[in-house]
């Protein structure tokens, strides 16, 4: 157990909807990252926080954003969804910037889009 | 610049033998490679990481050799087991001032026949 806590495990959800996907980072660790996998495939970052801020961009589309509340916790949000955007969306944390290659991952939400 | 290349994209390797993945890179900024390990479902966990100014790093059956005239560096799994099949992933960190990136290779599937 990674000590990162994701929500909710599974989501199908139809083309056009919105979803929003929840995550709990590690006691004490400020980072966020947020990764989409789909089946078979490698890990495309999508975006970092840091206490906060968003720190990092990386391939999310402008129908995907993201925020970390004050409590640390973030929030991924998937809106105007499409066939393509059904994978496995994992949220990752670390303590701090300069440990950002320790990466604890939690379980994933699996989105299915239909 | 940065990319990091990962071969092969899978192996299959008897039980007990050696398995070996390799990882190539091009930036020479790159202050951290780690390896993470993910099982079918579950999100990646690092495994194990090594500075560039080391040139091997043991924990257990995994080790990893890095060779920095070559920006190459590889992930060697002794005496492979049934329970070792998962994805591998190599990793490189990158910390520049306040911008702190992880870039991650495209993923081995690792497959020991029993």
């Known amino acids: 157990d990674s000590g990162v806590t994701q929500t909710p495990k599974h989501l199908i959800t139809a083309t056009g909807q919105r979803v929003t996907l929840r995550c709990s980072p590690r006691?004490?660790?400020?980072?966020v990252y947020w990764y989409q996998q789909s089946l078979d495939q490698g890990l495309q970052f999508l975006i970092q926080y840091y206490n906060g801020e968003e720190r990092a961009k990386g391939n999310i589309l402008e129908r995907f954003s993201a925020q970390q509340f004050p409590d640390l916790h973030s929030e991924l949000n998937l809106s105007s969804l499409e066939l393509g955007d059904s994978a496995l969306y994992f949220c990752?944390?670390?303590?701090?910037?300069?440990?950002?290659?320790?990466?604890?991952f939690g379980p994933g939400t699996r989105l299915t889009v239909t | 610049q940065q990319q990091v290349k990962q071969s092969p994209q899978s192996l299959i390797v008897q039980k007990g033998g050696i398995s070996i993945i390799n990882c190539a890179y091009e930036n020479t900024a790159f202050d951290y490679f780690p390896w993470y390990q993910q099982f079918p479902g579950k999100g990646p966990a690092l495994l194990i990481a090594i500075r560039p100014d080391v040139s091997e790093k043991k924990e257990g059956r995994f080790t990893i050799s890095f060779n920095k005239s070559a920006k190459q560096f590889s992930l060697h799994i002794m005496d492979s087991q049934p329970g070792d099949s998962a994805t591998y992933f190599c990793?490189?960190?990158?910390?520049?001032?306040?911008?702190?990136?992880?870039?991650w290779g495209a993923g081995t599937k690792l497959i020991i026949k029993p």
């Open positions: 990752a944390s670390s303590a701090s910037l300069g440990a950002h290659y320790e990466q604890y």
């Open positions: 990793a490189a960190s990158l910390g520049v001032g306040s911008n702190y990136q992880l870039i």
């Open positions: 006691s004490g660790d400020l980072s």
